[in-house]
RNA sequence: GCACCCGUAGCUCAAAGGAUAGAGUGAUGGCCUUCGAAGCCAUAAGUUGCAGGUUCGAGUCCUGCCGGGUGCGCCA
């Protein structure tokens, strides 16, 4: 969708009248409180101070000069306090944001605004052994939802997977495996899940556990071949397992480097650090200490025992990353619980010279709380999405009869539950922790995913049922046919799509396009009483149509962004 | 103890330093012979944790408290 016209004209016509630059002014436009107040508002507390005047006198004064001129676009502007409202020719801003959302069709998101440029995003990055829950979810939906926000603004989105594939983790499984496993546990995720679980156990009646795990990842290291084949078959095991639950949720990635990938790439990344002189031995181990910059707790970058550690495969993974994409942008997409971490890892690229060492960013997101089970166990992943579907086809049983034109109940379900899941996750803030209820996650009431499915195939039955054929151009069109209220809010709200993505990618915050999506299908929900379609004169039908197409392509748009597949009945 | 994050309606959350702090939920009362009621409309609910400060203007920025969360050398 392209720049907003109108707008346009309105800061150029305020630029000119005012002398403040065009920038200055696209910023600090806003919106009346009340769509009857206008379209558009200007605060002129700048202007006024550049002008040594009071803002209602210029507020005034621009309304009743600049503004006075005709226009094809603006009808009119009012002074009120200190703000000046400017409103449009509505059926002509009706007919351009119509026309854009017709002309786009095929991606009404798609901007140039990024240029091309790369920003690379790491993100879900499970820990593998561990068994997947509702915290790797986070990551994983929320870094999806950045992928598409870019891909859609024109940048060019690199999703990676760094698997969790190395460190002590494995020693502590292998240990698990001699102890207390048998070869077929190697190709169960769940039997891995259970002596890792057991490990830990065990750990806290015999301590010497821990140096053993230690003892084995160190072999792994070193490339002894009874830890790499065991390393192997865990792997190969967890990323079938990873790879399902991918599949089940739609998340994609452009590279599943691991860790493990790195393994030859943080040797020479340590002896960068020791060339410019950051390093240092501490109680054996190879640190950098960083309390110079306000970082009191020092980076190791290897153990004493001489193996590493997580910040040394970040180090050699970074390095590695803008050698491969030249990233405009290097996301984490991790735990808020592991910002120290990042700290350390761009301070430390920082001081080894990298000029895009600014250009890395931890996004960071809050832990999910009261996410258990009623023993008192993590949720896994695929219980959650199990339950969920399993609530949404309870409710769609209910009430069969409302419902009778679902043909795939199962799908439905299925896609309805995720919807659920996901929208109560990436409605909130990230960094906000995340107070899981199993009441309201699998909600389909409210602030949902399901609701905003409800307004999407709401549309769609009004397209099928209405009778009248869609328009085949502008011109079948009629835009003062649009005086209801109820109308102008649709087109307003279709045409402040961009505007919410664009934020959603400078706040690197997802949830400002859910809540737009929530205020779009809130605008449907309380139009389509008044705005109806059959049985209405057919250029009337038509044009009301046509606004509620072009609000079901933004729904589909948005929804899709945040991982969520619109439906067209349920 | 130090560092980072969070305190907004009973609950869960919104509000680029700008107009009368808004939604959802829960509560109460209405709306389905008319394109789908997972919907709509209405009512009730607030000293934005506390105290200062900056500003024409502070929920938002600064300082200090209070409360909660997270992290703090050989885990990731």
């Not at 007919?95 to 790491?122: K, T």
């Not at 495969?313 to 994409?325: K, M, T």
Request: glycine content about 8%.
């Amino acid at each position: 969708m392209k720049m907003n016209p109108f707008r346009e004209e309105a800061i150029v016509r305020l630029a000119a009248a005012t002398g403040l630059p065009p920038e200055q002014i696209d910023s600090a436009l806003t919106y009346p409180p009340t769509p009857e107040l206008g379209d558009l508002a200007f605060p002129c507390f700048a202007a006024a101070k550049a002008r040594r005047q009071a803002p209602p006198a210029v507020a005034q004064e621009l309304a009743r000069g600049e503004f006075q001129k005709p226009s094809d676009r603006i009808a009119s502007a009012a002074a009120a306090g200190p703000y000046l409202n400017i409103t449009f020719h509505r059926h002509a801003f009706a007919e351009w944001v119509l026309g854009e959302a017709r002309s786009a069709a095929e991606d009404l998101s798609r901007s140039a605004e990024g240029g091309g440029r790369v920003v690379a995003i790491d993100y879900s990055s499970p820990n593998i052994a561990k068994p997947f829950h509702v915290g790797h979810l986070r990551s994983t939906i929320i870094g999806g939802a950045l992928y598409r926000i870019f891909e859609a603004l024109g940048y060019r989105p690199v999703g990676i997977n760094h698997l969790g594939d190395w460190g002590t983790q494995f020693g502590k499984l292998i240990v698990g495996f001699k102890r207390w496993g048998s070869e077929a546990d190697l190709k169960d995720i769940l039997a891995l899940n259970r002596l890792y679980v057991k490990f830990h156990d065990e750990e806290k009646k015999s301590p010497q556990l821990a140096g053993e795990a230690r003892e084995w990842f160190r072999k792994q290291e070193a490339g002894d071949p009874e830890a790499m084949r065991l390393w192997q078959a865990i792997r190969d095991t967890s990323i079938e397992y990873f790879k399902r639950i991918y599949d089940r949720i739609g998340a994609r990635f452009d590279a599943y480097a691991g860790e493990s990938f790195f393994n030859d790439k943080m040797e020479p990344a340590i002896h960068l650090a020791e060339k410019a002189g950051l390093t240092q031995v501490s109680e054996g181990a190879l640190i950098i200490d960083l309390s110079a910059h306000g970082i009191n707790t020092p980076a190791l970058l290897r153990k004493a025992d001489g193996s590493t550690l997580y910040i040394t495969r970040d180090l050699a993974a970074a390095i590695y990353r803008y050698d491969a994409y030249r990233f405009d942008q290097l996301l984490y997409v991790v735990g808020s619980e592991q910002s120290l971490h990042f700290q350390q890892l761009f301070k430390i690229l920082e001081l080894l010279g990298y000029p895009w060492a600014k250009s890395c960013n931890h996004v960071a997101f809050g832990r999910v709380l009261g996410m258990s089970t009623r023993e008192g166990n993590v949720v896994y992943l695929e219980e959650l999405l199990d339950e969920a579907r399993e609530r949404a086809l309870k409710n769609m049983r209910e009430n069969v009869e409302k419902r009778p034109e679902v043909e795939d109940e199962a799908a439905v379900a299925e896609a309805v539950g995720i919807a659920a899941i996901f929208f109560s996750d990436l409605s909130n803030r990230r960094i906000k922790d995340y107070q899981f209820d199993w009441n309201r996650a699998i909600s389909f009431e409210g602030d949902t995913g399901p609701y905003l499915l409800n307004a999407h195939a709401r549309i769609a039955g009004i397209i099928r049922k209405c009778g009248i054929e869609p328009a085949r151009s502008l011109k079948d069109l009629d835009c003062r046919l649009l005086p209801e209220p109820e109308a102008h809010r649709l087109v307003m709200q279709v045409s402040r799509f961009p505007e919410a993505l664009r934020q959603a990618a400078e706040e690197l915050e997802p949830a400002v396009v859910a809540g737009y999506l929530l205020d779009l299908a809130k605008g449907l929900h309380a139009s389509y009483q008044v705005l109806r379609v059959k049985g209405e004169e057919e250029k009337l039908a038509r044009t009301r149509l046509e606004l509620f197409v072009a609000v079901k392509r933004i729904l589909a748009a948005g929804l899709r962004m945040l991982g969520i597949p619109a439906l067209e009945r349920m």
